[in-house]
C-alpha cells in the first residue's frame, strides 16, 4: 500500500519561499512518476509539476512561471517542492500523487492511484 505524507506547508509573505515534501513509502519515488497539484478553495485541483523515474520534471508553465523546482532523495523516498516568488495567488492546499506510470508525467488528478493529505501554503499580500 502507498502511503505519501506532505509536510513544510505554512504562511510565507508576497515573495517568500516554501519546499514542501512528500515522503512516501510502499512505492519507489525514483521508479514511477511522482507529480504535485494544488487546490485552492472554490476551485477545480489543478497539476503544477511532475518527475519521472529518470529524475526530469516538467511544470505546468502558466502556473508555475520558473518559480517552481520538484527535487527528490532517493535515499529517503522524498520528493521535494521547492516554491520561489511566491504569490497570494498561490495560496492553496498543495498534493502529492504517485503515478503507476514510469514515462509519462500525466496532469490529470485520475493519471494518479496514491494521494497524501494535503499541506495548506497561505501566501500573504
Known amino acids: 500500500q502507498v502511503q505519501l505524507v506532505e509536510s513544510g506547508g505554512g504562511l510565507v509573505q508576497s515573495g517568500g519561499s516554501l519546499r514542501l515534501s512528500c515522503a512516501a513509502s510502499?512505492?519507489?519515488?525514483?521508479?514511477?512518476?511522482m507529480g504535485w497539484f494544488r487546490q485552492a478553495p472554490g476551485k477545480e485541483r489543478e497539476f503544477v509539476g511532475g518527475m519521472l523515474w529518470n529524475g526530469r520534471s516538467t511544470y505546468s508553465e502558466d502556473l508555475v512561471k520558473g518559480r517552481f523546482i520538484i527535487s527528490r532523495e532517493n535515499a529517503k523516498n522524498t520528493v521535494y517542492l521547492q516554491m520561489n516568488s511566491l504569490m497570494p495567488e498561490d495560496t492553496a492546499v498543495y498534493y502529492c500523487a504517485s503515478s503507476v506510470s514510469r514515462v509519462r508525467v500525466g496532469v490529470r488528478s485520475s493519471d494518479y492511484d496514491s494521494w497524501g493529505q494535503g499541506t495548506q501554503v497561505t501566501v500573504s499580500s
Open positions: 510502499g512505492r519507489s519515488v525514483s521508479s514511477y512518476v
